[in-house]
Nanobody
Framework: QVQLVESGGGLVQAGGSLRLSCAAS????????MGWYRQTRGKEREFVAH????????YYADSVKGRFTISRDNAKNTVYLQMNSLKPEDTATYYC?????????????????WGQGTQVTVSS
């Protein structure tokens, strides 16, 4: 089973940048497509981006396309989310997850348990 721990969140002004990290334990990390999701209190969790096991295929939600970049380093068992040009509406708790049923053109579904996430707050 893969265990995931998110980090890198914080408080940033609108227009700023943050890079989130997700450290995974387990030897099979490199076999999985990985994704980032976010949730604001009172709202459902929202898909942000995912990346294939090789890193060659990525898919983004329209709301973050062109501003966020997902990447991974399988040697370090880590997946990243570089967030640029942040907006107040990006404020949320961000989670990384294993993803199934996805392709380069569809979001798929997260599976496995949810971790603690990392809080991102963007001030206006």
């Amino acid at each position: 089973q893969v265990q995931l721990v998110e980090s890198g969140g914080g408080l940033v002004q609108a227009g700023g940048s943050l890079r989130l990290s997700c450290a995974a334990s387990g030897r099979t990390f490199s076999s999985y497509r990985m994704g980032w999701y976010r949730q604001t209190r009172g709202k459902e969790r929202e898909f942000v981006a995912h990346i294939s096991w090789s890193g060659g295929c990525t898919y983004y939600a329209d709301s973050v396309k062109g501003r966020f970049t997902i990447s991974r380093d399988n040697a370090k068992n880590t997946v990243y989310l570089q967030m640029n040009s942040l907006k107040p509406e990006d404020t949320a708790t961000y989670y990384c997850k294993l993803v199934k049923g996805a392709s380069c053109f569809s979001p798929g579904e997260p599976f496995g348990s949810w971790g603690q996430g990392t809080q991102v707050t963007v001030s206006s």
